[in-house]
């Protein structure tokens, strides 16, 4: 496998995971308070966590 698919899997992976992580914050957040627009920003705080955390351990991985 080129090093550049290997690239573009863990960019859909993460992604994923993103989503995942961002999707379940946001609809236990609007679970809390019924409030759209907090629950919006919740997820997409969650979301960018895992894209920071992902590749801080690219970081330190490579």
């Given amino acids: 496998m080129s090093r550049y ?3 573009a899997l863990w960019i ?3 992604g994923l ?3 995942l992580v961002g999707t ?3 609809w236990l957040s609007w679970l809390d308070e ?3 627009p907090r629950a919006i ?3 997409g705080s969650a979301c960018g966590a895992t ?3 992902a590749v801080a ?3 330190l991985v490579a």
Avoid: P, Q, S
Wanted: net charge positive; charged share 10%.
């Fill in 17 to 19: 995971c993103g989503l």
């Fill in 51 to 53: 894209w920071v955390f």
């Fill in 57 to 59: 351990v690219a970081a």
């Fill in 12 to 14: 859909v992976v993460v």
């Fill in 24 to 26: 379940a914050a946001g």
């Fill in 34 to 36: 019924r409030r759209v």
């Fill in 5 to 7: 698919a290997l690239a």
């Fill in 41 to 43: 920003l919740v997820a």
